[in-house]
Structure formats: structure tokens, C-alpha cells
């Protein structure tokens, strides 16, 4: 019922019961409807605080994730770049790099071989590094190697050796380089 109709009520019913108990008991009830009302109106504030709050806590969530990933995205074009600068290549593992030594730098047995530098910049290969290599002639796969080289934390080189065993000549081609 609106505030008007119930005021109007409320006078109908002074006039005609004519006395100030009648008018007493339809103040008590304007004021306990109010209060009700006055409560329900509490009620629905809080809860659209706690909803205010829990968006706000949401986007801001929301607004720091984007913030790291941009920061991660940027980190890695960095680190891209500067690797790029230094003529390495990924190797595999976000943040490890490799760059093939040249044929001067090392000598190898009986059986052909290939070198190559990894560089960590970042990644953390705590047991080792695993490293395969198809043996390609043309475009023919003739065989495979593969080697291990020990832990590599951020900020070290290692080196590993290739070495075809099969007999066949053939340059290597890296397949899979995994830490660890």
C-alpha cells in the first residue's frame, strides 16, 4: 500500500472512530510499517555494497592479471630480442636458446659431429638437459642421436655434442631439446 492511501486511511479512521486512541494505534502502525520498510531498505543496501564490492574486487583481479601478462609479454620480447642480438635461437623450453658452434671451435672422432651452445636465460633445467636430433640427407631421415647434458639453471652455458653413429652422412637436425 503507498504512504498516500495509508495516510488516507489513517485519517478516514480518526474521523470516524473520534478519538486519539484510534489516531495513537494508526500512528503505531504508520511507524512499525516505516520501520519495516526503513529495515528492508537496509538490507537491500547492504547487499548492493557486498555486490559493489565483490565487482570491484573482480576487476581489479581482472586488471592485474592483464597487467602480468602484458609484463610477461613484454619480458619475453626482451629476452627474444636480445637473444636475437647475440645470434641465438629458442631452443625448446621457454627461455633456453641455443646457437650451433662453428666446425673450428670443436673436432670430432671417427664419426661426424655437430656443437652447439645452450644458453639459459631463464629456464631452470634442475636434472638435465635432453637433447634429439634427426640425421637428415636431403630430405631423407637416415638416423637419429641424442644427447644429455647435466642441470642448467638461469644464467648458465653448456655445451652438447652430437655425434652420428650411423655411418651415413648427414647434417643434424634438432627435434626435441627438453629440461629436466
Known amino acids: 500500500m503507498s504512504v498516500k492511501a495509508f495516510v488516507v486511511l489513517a485519517v478516514v479512521v480518526v474521523v470516524a472512530a473520534g478519538g486519539a486512541g484510534a489516531f495513537a494505534y494508526l500512528s503505531h502502525l ?48 626482451l629476452e627474444e ?10 631452443a625448446g623450453p621457454p627461455g633456453l636458446y641455443l646457437q650451433w658452434a662453428p666446425t673450428t671451435d670443436f673436432t670430432c672422432g671417427y664419426w661426424d659431429c655437430a656443437a652447439f651452445v645452450l644458453v639459459s636465460f631463464d629456464a631452470t633445467c634442475s636434472s638435465m638437459v635432453y637433447v634429439e636430433a634427426n640425421i637428415v640427407s636431403g630430405s631423407t631421415v637416415v638416423g637419429f642421436t641424442n644427447a644429455t647434458l647435466g642441470s642448467l639453471r638461469p644464467g648458465e652455458t653448456g655445451v652438447v ?20
Open 161 to 180: 655434442m652430437l655425434e652420428n653413429f650411423s655411418g651415413l652422412t648427414g647434417d643434424f637436425q634438432l627435434t626435441q631439446v627438453n629440461c629436466w
Open 30 to 77: 504508520h511507524l512499525a510499517s516505516t520501520h519495516v520498510a526503513f529495515a528492508d531498505a537496509e538490507d537491500r543496501l547492504e547487499i548492493a555494497r557486498d555486490d559493489h564490492a565483490d565487482r570491484v574486487a573482480q576487476e581489479q583481479a581482472a586488471a592485474s592479471a592483464a597487467a602480468a601478462a602484458e609484463d610477461a609479454a613484454e619480458a619475453q620480447a
Open 81 to 90: 630480442s636480445v637473444a636475437a642480438d647475440l645470434g641465438l635461437t629458442p
